[in-house]
T-cell receptor
Framework: EPEVTQTPSHQVTQMGQEVILRCVPISNHLYFYWYRQILGQKVEFLVSFYNNEISEKSEIFDDQFSVERPDGSNFTLKIRSTKLEDSAMYFC????????????FGPGTRLTVT | LAKTTQPISMDSYEGQEVNITCSHNNIATNDYITWYQQFPSQGPRFIIQGYKTKVTNEVASLFIPADRKSSTLSLPRVSLSDTAVYYCLVGDTGRRALTFGSGTRLQVQP
């Protein structure tokens, strides 16, 4: 069964550093998403991406965040200058059919900012 | 998106049927009802989606009454591996972002 993959599984970085989280969505999917989950809290939507542009973003997704689909397979989330409060599990997801509510989530990247 | 209310936690034993009810009084005409499952340290996983009446797949059944103000996720004969958090989401299929609440933490005991 096709699956979304994410690398790395765990990233430790110092406050103020830039990090790039990588995702490989399911190959024929067209919609891509990033979510995050702070330990013990809800899963929060960050951004959705379609047709090489952001289609929706939340208040969390400020100027420190950016997304990119640099080639036909990868989808990245960059945090320019990490803060302690960025420590969370970051999930990438993808979906195929327009209007489908079924999103396929990756295993996540645990980001620890020290 | 319609606000949803579901129990914070539920306990069950292996082999029992578990029913988790979600209230969504303000559901809109275009809204679908979707359930996701999340194991610790993993991403949410789609379980089932429905609009009205009953939907069944290999994992669960979803019961939606005629007024659509609530829905019930039914897990037949649960096992220890069904211990997870279950989320009820309600929204317009045209909306892309999923809004997760706190979910229902299901603990299955041997």
């Amino acid at each position: 069964e096709p699956e979304v993959t994410q690398t790395p599984s765990h990233q430790v970085t110092q406050m103020g550093q830039e990090v790039i989280l990588r995702c490989v969505p399911i190959s024929n999917h067209l919609y891509f998403y990033w979510y995050r989950q702070i330990l013990g809290q809800k899963v929060e939507f960050l951004v959705s991406f379609y047709n090489n542009e952001i289609s929706e973003k939340s208040e969390i997704f400020d100027d420190q965040f950016s997304v990119e689909r640099p080639d036909g397979s990868n989808f990245t989330l960059k945090i320019r200058s990490t803060k302690l409060e960025d420590s969370a599990m970051y999930f990438c997801a993808s979906s195929g059919a327009r209007g489908s509510y079924e999103q396929y989530f990756g295993p996540g990247t645990r980001l620890t900012v020290t | 998106l319609a606000k949803t209310t579901q129990p914070i936690s539920m306990d069950s034993y292996e082999g029992q049927e578990v029913n988790i009810t979600c209230s969504h009084n303000n559901i809109a005409t275009n809204d679908y009802i979707t359930w996701y499952q999340q194991f610790p340290s993993q991403g949410p996983r789609f379980i089932i989606q429905g609009y009205k009446t009953k939907v069944t797949n290999e994992v669960a059944s979803l019961f939606i009454p005629a007024d659509r103000k609530s829905s019930t996720l039914s897990l037949p004969r649960v096992s220890l591996s069904d211990t997870a958090v279950y989320y009820c989401l309600v929204g317009d299929t045209g909306r892309r972002a999923l809004t997760f609440g706190s979910g229902t933490r299901l603990q299955v005991q041997p």
